[in-house]
């Protein structure tokens, strides 16, 4: 079977209503051979499990199980991890795709630079729910937020964040960021994961011309933990805004690049030949001739092939201008782990 352009992933929990519309909805509107379908649920305890499981053997669905509530970062990663797109489309189930959706997707996503693609959501009497969120008063907001579909918003534009809701995103790029990071619990992971895409000098679209109906909020413990998330993400990113909301990214410290928490750097779904043999410490991230010639070092090791766990000393503020690509590597290996818990040598 060829790889499949698209990986749609939806991650469910419970209300089998609505994931039998959503299914439904995207059957009738993905192109025949474009996308494989993969539906993760979190432990339902309705009759979603069998559902899904009829799907399954019906050739619709790749269906993955979870015994319990994993909340919607780690479900998608783990529905990421055993998909095959070149592409990465994750959607809720409480969303109804219309016409054309992916196709839309797919051409904001051509576009050069582009990172992560998001979709305009509409609430059924057709008023906007999502047409891109920007910083202001101090935390991420939809700014079309309830305006008439027929809008300002039917504009293709940048944003510095867009929804997880409906949100596109090269796989390649995903796995390197470490995907979602789960140290949210349903909520901020989305904006979290589009701000480390602009670090990366990336841009983050908005397609209007691919539409999606989204009834908003319907899953079970939605917003329990919304105070404890916008902490977190606060914490990291509320100094990479400027005057006006404006986002820096030469102001992201190199820990934000990469997922603090994910189960995409479990070895099992790391591609790693072997343990590690060598974990380096060292102030890589400051400025001074010292920590030029360590950082220089273990990325020396890294393109020769030897497996290197980076360990950072400090975080320190005065940090040297590093090329993204080059910081996110660094980011890479100060998050690897060591699969064969072998005690490696250390710098």
Known sequence: MSTPEVSVIIP??????????????????????????????????????????????????????????????????????????RY????????????GWVEALLRAAALPGAGIVGAKLVYPDDTIQHAGIIFRQGRPDHVHRFAPGTSTALALRDFDMVTGACLLIPRDLFFAVGGFDETFVNSYEDVDLCLKVRALGRRVVYAPEAVVYHLEGQSEGRFKRDRENLGE??????????????????????????????????????????????????????????????????????????????VPLSWSRNRVKLPPDEALTLAQLATRTDPAGDGPAVG
Do not use: M
Not at 43 to 48: A, I, L, P
Not at 57 to 66: L, Q, T
Not at 90 to 96: E, M
């Open 12 to 85: 469910v929990f419970n209300r089998v209503e609505l994931t039998r519309q959503c299914l439904e909805a995207v059957y009738r509107t993905v192109p025949p051979g474009l996308c494989e379908i993969v539906v993760v649920d979190n432990g339902s305890t309705d009759g979603t499990s069998d559902f899904l499981a009829g799907e399954a053997a019906a050739g619709r669905i790749n269906f993955v199980r979870s015994e319990r509530n994993l909340g919607f970062a780690r479900a998608c990663n783990l529905g990421a991890a055993r998909s095959q797109g």
């Open 88 to 99: 990465l489309l994750f959607l809720n189930n409480d969303t109804i795709p219309t016409p």
């Open 233 to 310: 993400f606060l914490a990291r990113w509320r100094a990479c805004f400027g005057r006006g909301g404006r986002f820096v990214p030469e102001s992201v410290p190199p820990e934000n690049l990469v997922s603090k928490r994910s189960l995409l750097f479990n070895p099992e779904f790391q591609k790693v030949e072997g343990a590690l043999r060598v974990v380096w410490q060292a102030p890589l991230f400051d400025l001074s001739g010292y920590t030029d010639e360590a950082r220089q070092f273990v990325l020396g090791l890294h393109e020769a092939g030897i497996p290197v766990k980076a």
